[in-house]
């Protein structure tokens, strides 16, 4: 059960960088998929152009079946986004934060959704707390909470664990399994091996704009 395919999707920049070879991928429903890559591979680009952030040169993604180009509306629905940075504003409750991202998109303030998306990241007793008075490890939770506010099918994480230390990978990691286990399809970045090899269902390796399958991890090693 495929749940978002990507056909033939190229990327060269206005500077000449070619960032995405033609790229084909199926992701299916329910699983954690790692795109694997080092720094400049293409990984931000390849999530950017699914989520509709950055316009590919050609190819076409498609959600549900459906061509993103003809139903936006819906494709932008089904997708959240977990950005590298934090974008969270400095003075607002996150409580605020995270309920206005699901008006955002249209849907009317559901207080008991809210909450619930808050207790399962085991952030409801701070929701009156502001930025800077959050932990790390919070504020990462935070921008999750703001990626699921409008319950989207498809989570995409950019490198989730970059520059957070052993624990804070470890807590993250669990989240990751247990939205993958309440039903949320899962993208993640990384250019940890380690990282991919322990969470993901399967792998793609991708490297200069080319992406490489791999079906089962134990040949990961083999790929790299
Ligand atoms: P495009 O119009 O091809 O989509 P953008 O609007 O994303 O390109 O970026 C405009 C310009 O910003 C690029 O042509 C490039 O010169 C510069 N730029 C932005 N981000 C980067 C980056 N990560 N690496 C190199 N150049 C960048
Ligand atoms: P990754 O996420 O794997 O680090 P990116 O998708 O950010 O890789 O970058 C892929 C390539 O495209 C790199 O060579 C990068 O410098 C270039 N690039 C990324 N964004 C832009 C941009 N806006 N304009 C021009 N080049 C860019």
């Known amino acids: ?29 329910g699983e954690i998929f790692a795109l694997l890559g080092p720094n ?23 959600v549900d079946g459906q061509d993103w ?18 974008t969270m504003d400095v003075f607002e ?6 309920s206005f991202s699901r008006e955002l998109f249209g849907y009317p303030a559901d207080p008991k959704r809210i909450e619930e998306i808050l207790r399962s990241l085991s ?5 009156k707390a502001i930025l800077k ?13 703001k990626a699921l506010a409008h319950e989207p ?6 490198e989730p664990t970059a520059g957070v230390d052993v624990e804070l990978r470890r807590d993250m990691w669990n989240l990751v399994r247990k939205l993958r286990d309440q039903g949320t399809t899962i993208i993640l970045t990384t250019h940890y091996i380690e990282e991919a090899e322990e969470m993901a269902d399967r792998v793609g390796v991708i490297n200069k704009g080319e992406l490489i399958l791999v079906e089962n991890k134990d040949e990961l090693m083999k790929k790299l």
């Open 1 to 29: 059960d495929v749940i978002l395919s990507v056909r033939g999707l190229r990327k060269s920049y206005a500077s000449g960088t070619e960032a995405l070879k033609p790229i084909d991928l199926d992701i299916k429903r």
């Open 40 to 62: 400049g591979a293409g990984k931000t680009t390849l999530i950017s152009i699914i989520c509709g952030i950055v316009t590919p040169s050609g190819g076409e993604v498609l």
């Open 69 to 86: 180009r003809t139903h936006f509306r819906h494709a932008r629905r089904e997708i959240g986004l977990v950005p590298q940075e934090l």
């Open 93 to 98: 409750p996150l409580l605020n934060t995270v």
């Open 123 to 127: 952030l409801w007793d701070k929701r």
């Open 133 to 145: 008075e959050l932990s790390g490890g919070m504020k990462r939770r935070v921008m999750i909470a």
């Open 153 to 158: 099918k498809i989570l995409f994480l950019d």
